[in-house]
Structure formats: structure tokens, C-alpha cells
């Protein structure tokens, strides 16, 4: 015998081990889902095991192959394709009509899976005076310049533009699960390629508007929720998680630094000698605890040092 927990509505005892959990729920008259008739071909049976996953069956081949397409994490099970030899803790992850037209609506990356990524954030200083001395139509002439021009930095080192926060950029790196060493790589190259692309745009601002940008980039390497997050109508792949907290932290340490590239200890550990550094400096980061060592990054080691003079910091 064994006792099934559904976390927030029943416990219920099961004699009979034989049956798939799905079987059970509706043995006990638990309202369980089961789109596609119990054939591993839909999802919405799907339980997270909150405690003794070594008590559910391992996954056969179909339930492998549906798991590994929607990226399930072990503790996510199919009802219908998992029986138990002992006491389990489930939840049931598609409750009701409205869950279940979420799930039809549903792409892999809809479920979200947690992966290690670099999260970069960068912002312009003293963006907000700025808009107040200039006209409203320049002002969206000149974000679409510079967007523009930072935006081919990030894409073109591999990553992808998450969202615009008015004028700052967050960006990821590592999405398709490249090495961790990698995923910093591309960050930080990155970063030093919008730092050179101001630089260089500044060079227009200057001669047609008479100003010229400084810009903070921080940039943090950890594991973050990554999923399609929003409106079944208009989803967007996003990622969620201290990680980025973190991340937009530093980037408003940058001004504390006087520095236009900071970075965390995280990725520069994942650089070693690959990455020169300048200032660094040890905090407090709003929302973490403990301490974080941040470093000013100045170039790559065997890559130009950028345009202009590794001094130029932002202001
Ligand atoms: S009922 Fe469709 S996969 Fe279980």
C-alpha cells in the first residue's frame, strides 16, 4: 500500500500499485486531466513530485521522448505513464479548463526550464535630463540609433535582445546551452563591443545634436528560470531569477565604479586569464546576501583594446 499526497487536495491510500497514478486519481474521484486519453501524447496528466521521486517507476520511452521535447525536469511526470512502490507527494500541474487551454497554447519553452545563462544589462547615464533638453522626436531618432548600434553587438556575439527598459538594453547569453565559459565570452565580448559602438556613435550625436552618451553595462553569470512568460496571444521568451536582479545591480554599481563594463566574480571565474580587469571592488548588492566581488573589464587578452582609450569612463 501506499499514500498519494496531492498537495492542497487529498490523501488518498492505494492498494492496488499496479495502476498509473492517473488510474488512482480517478479511482479516488480526483478530477484529473487527461487530454489525449492516457497516451503520453499531450502533457496534461503532468504532476511535479514534491517528495520520493525514488518511489515513481523511471520514465519509459514515450514519456522520455514527451519530456525531453517539452524540456521537463526529472520531478515533472507524466500521471499516466508513472506507477509507484511507495508514498509520494504530487501536484497536479493542469487543474482545470483554463489550465488546460494554457497547455494547448503551449511551445517547449512555454513550460520554462532553469539553465545557466549571462545576463547583461546596460543603461545610459544621464538619460532622463537628456530627454528633457531635447525634442521628443529627436530623442526617438537617437534611441533608434543607438539601439540599433548596440543591439548588433549583442546579437552579433551571440545573444539575444530579452527587452527595452526605456533606454537600457537587457540582453542573454547562453540560451541555447552553451558552455559556461562560453556564455561569459560572448557576454563580455559583448559588452566591450556596445561600449565601442557608443563610442563610436557618439562621434553622430556630437556633430548633429551636440551630446554625447556614457553608458553603464553590468553583466552576472547563474542559473535563471528561462521560459515563455506573458499572454497565450503574445508570449516572449524571458528569463526570471536573482540572476537578473543581480545582473541589474551591478549595472548601477557601474556608476559607483565610474566604469563603463563591470562584471561579477561569476564571470570572471569563468574567464581566467582570458579577461584583463581594472578597478574591482567588493559589496553588498541590493537584494543579495553576502558579498559580491565586481571588476571593471577592460579588454579580452588578443582582441583590440576598443575604440578609443580603455581610460574613457562613464560618468
Ligand atoms: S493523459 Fe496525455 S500524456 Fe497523460
Given at each position: 500500500m501506499a499514500q498519494i499526497v496531492y498537495q492542497n487536495e487529498a490523501v488518498v491510500e492505494e492498494t492496488?500499485?499496479?495502476?498509473s497514478l492517473l488510474d488512482v486519481s480517478h479511482k479516488h474521484g480526483i478530477p484529473h486531466t487527461q487530454a489525449c486519453g492516457g497516451?503520453?501524447?499531450?502533457?496534461?496528466c503532468r504532476v511535479l513530485?514534491?517528495?520520493?521521486?525514488?518511489?515513481v517507476c523511471p520514465r519509459n520511452e514515450a514519456e522520455a521522448l514527451l519530456a525531453s521535447r517539452r524540456g521537463f525536469?526529472?520531478?515533472?511526470?507524466l500521471a499516466c505513464q508513472s506507477r509507484i512502490d511507495g508514498d509520494v507527494t504530487i501536484r497536479r500541474l493542469v487543474v482545470d479548463d483554463f489550465d488546460e487551454s494554457l497547455v494547448s497554447a503551449?511551445?517547449?519553452?512555454?513550460?520554462g526550464r532553469e539553465s545557466c545563462i549571462a545576463v547583461l544589462f546596460s543603461d545610459i547615464r544621464g538619460f532622463t535630463p537628456f530627454t528633457e533638453r531635447t525634442l521628443p522626436y529627436d530623442v526617438v531618432h537617437i534611441l533608434n540609433r543607438y539601439f540599433q548600434a548596440v543591439g548588433d553587438a549583442v546579437i552579433d556575439n551571440g545573444?539575444?535582445?530579452?527587452?527595452?527598459?526605456g533606454d537600457a538594453v537587457m540582453a542573454l547569453f547562453?540560451?541555447?546551452?552553451?558552455?559556461p565559459r562560453t556564455t561569459c565570452l560572448q557576454a563580455v565580448r559583448a559588452g566591450l563591443a556596445m561600449r565601442d559602438a557608443v563610442r563610436e556613435f557618439n562621434g553622430y550625436l556630437e556633430r548633429v545634436f551636440h551630446e554625447t552618451f556614457a553608458i553603464g553595462i553590468g553583466i552576472h553569470f547563474g542559473p535563471a528560470i528561462v521560459g515563455e512568460i506573458g499572454h497565450s496571444a503574445g508570449r516572449q521568451m524571458t528569463a526570471i531569477g536573482n540572476t537578473v536582479n543581480v545582473a541589474s545591480r551591478i549595472e548601477s554599481e557601474s556608476k559607483v565604479l565610474a566604469a563603463e563594463l563591470v562584471v561579477s566574480e561569476y564571470v570572471v571565474a569563468q574567464l581566467g586569464d582570458a579577461v584583463r580587469t581594472g578597478q574591482s571592488c567588493t559589496t553588498n548588492l541590493r537584494g543579495t546576501s553576502g558579498e559580491t566581488r565586481l571588476f571593471e573589464v577592460l579588454s579580452l587578452a588578443g582582441e583590440p583594446a576598443g575604440v578609443g582609450d580603455d581610460s574613457i569612463h562613464a560618468k
Open positions: 492496488d500499485l499496479s495502476l497516451n503520453a501524447r499531450c502533457s496534461t513530485v514534491l517528495e520520493n521521486l525514488e518511489h525536469t526529472d520531478d515533472i511526470r503551449e511551445t517547449p519553452m512555454a513550460v545573444g539575444v535582445i530579452d527587452k527595452y527598459i547562453g540560451l541555447a546551452g552553451a558552455d
